[in-house]
């Protein structure tokens, strides 16, 4: 085996899954990413869409990003078709999982942050940060926030903090 595969192989996965509908929230996944791959480089970030992401991805991360819109009161359907296919399959063998929140909101935002505090519960999956609601009027503040938010999961897991 080379070095670089055994490298990968032993590499704390961090997975930014986010529901990316319109230039701003994919301006915000990118914006995480980047955090990310800045504040650890001994990481490996995947970012990747809830329709791409399979139980199996979320089996294999050391920590999870969600990122969502707030669609209807609630989160995207992208986000709840995830875990109605990742539920289970993670229920006895995840809990524990280092998890943080940031969700987009043209107005509001309570509805998704409570239905996702549901099922995280659920899950037993521990949100290590405060969620991050990016509502109102679109700002380019909303970026910062989710660097800033990104790149501290990303620094808390590389230094075994969570
Ligand atoms: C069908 C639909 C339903 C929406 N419902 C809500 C809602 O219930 N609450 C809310 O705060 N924003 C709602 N929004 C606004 C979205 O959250 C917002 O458009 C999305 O986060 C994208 O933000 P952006 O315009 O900055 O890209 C809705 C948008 C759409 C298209």
Partial sequence: MSRNILRVDVLK????IAHQPSP???AMARACREAAEENADDLQVLCQTP??????????ADAILLLTTENL????????DFFDRAYYPCLEVK?????AVIIRAGHDGTGTRRAL?????GLKWRQVQEPLV?????????????????GALAAGL???IF
């Fill in 134 to 150: 990016c509502r109102g009027d679109w700002s380019e503040a909303f970026l910062e926030d989710c660097r800033a938010l990104c």
């Fill in 73 to 80: 009161g609630y989160m995207s359907g992208a986000m709840k």
């Fill in 95 to 99: 809990q524990g999982l280092p998890v």
């Fill in 51 to 60: 329709f791409e992401t399979q139980a199996e991805d979320a089996l294999n």
């Fill in 158 to 160: 590389s230094a075994g």
């Fill in 13 to 16: 996965t961090l997975l930014i």
């Fill in 24 to 26: 701003n929230t994919c």
């Fill in 117 to 121: 505090d549901s099922i995280l519960t």
